[in-house]
Antibody, heavy 119, light 107 residues
Framework: QLVQSGAEVKKPGSSVKVSCKAS????????VSWVRQAPGQGLEWMGR????????NFAQKFQGRVTITADDSTSTVYMELSSLRSEDTAVYFC??????????????WGQGTLVTVSS | DIQMTQSPASLSASEGDRVTITCRAG??????LNWYQQKPGKAPKLLIY???SLQSGVPSRFSGSGSGTDFTLTISSLQPEDFATYYC?????????FGPGTKVDIK
């Protein structure tokens, strides 16, 4: 189970850091992705990390503005988004990728964290 | 980036109906295609992975098919709990991309 931190309200230009903790298990050797959903809109993949190795890759759209890190000792993954603008208002989900034939699919999701960017 | 499209954007159906949703990829993605169900205020739920493999715990009325660029999700007999939005997602290459969604509501 993935448990995310609570809702945030941020000013334009600031940063937000959202956490995602794996409870009852480890995601150390799994890919953990971040996916966001603007109000009334579809799903958008942002990037992912393998906590054990710290390796990451990102959608080009977010390159340079998003940082994904992991604390393997606490089974927690973090997503930090900087230079926030109103268009970043969205629910942010973390999701674990499946393995083998299910690689690249997201079989476990956090509950979502609403980030509101408003002056 | 691989563009994903879905049709229809929305549909109205009755309990017991057979429902088919189509997803098309902008290039061949073999069978690297996944389907999700999302209800309002909830995280998406994986239904089908690798185009046709049923995720554990998902009812057998859900099925998926296709390869290359064209895929379908079929619900053989729509149940009240199936009214939701359905998304396809390609896992052929990053950035992973999703279709725009198909909303299934009550006729």
């Amino acid at each position: 189970q993935l448990v995310q931190s609570g809702a945030e309200v941020k000013k334009p230009g600031s940063s937000v850091k959202v956490s995602c903790k794996a409870s009852g298990g480890s995601v150390s050797s799994d890919f953990v992705s971040w996916v966001r959903q603007a109000p009334g809109q579809g799903l958008e993949w942002m990037g992912r990390i393998v906590p054990m190795f710290g390796t990451t890759n990102f959608a080009q759209k977010f390159q340079g503005r998003v940082t994904i890190t992991a604390d393997d000792s606490t089974s927690t993954v973090y997503m930090e988004l900087s230079s926030l603008r109103s268009e970043d208002t969205a629910v942010y989900f973390c999701a674990r990728e499946g393995r083998s034939a299910a690689a690249g699919s997201f079989d476990s999701w956090g509950q979502g964290t609403l980030v509101t960017v408003s002056s | 980036d691989i563009q994903m499209t879905q049709s229809p954007a929305s549909l109205s159906a009755s309990e017991g109906d057979r429902v088919t949703i189509t997803c098309r990829a902008g290039q061949s993605i073999s069978t690297y295609l996944n389907w999700y169900q999302q209800k309002p205020g909830k995280a998406p739920k994986l239904l089908i992975y690798a185009a046709s493999s049923l995720q554990s715990g998902v009812p057998s009325r859900f099925s998926g098919s296709g390869s290359g660029t064209d895929f379908t999700l079929t619900i053989s007999s729509l149940q009240p709990e199936d009214f939701a939005t359905y998304y396809c997602q390609q896992s052929y290459s990053t950035p992973f991309t999703f279709g725009p969604g198909t909303k299934v509501d009550i006729k």
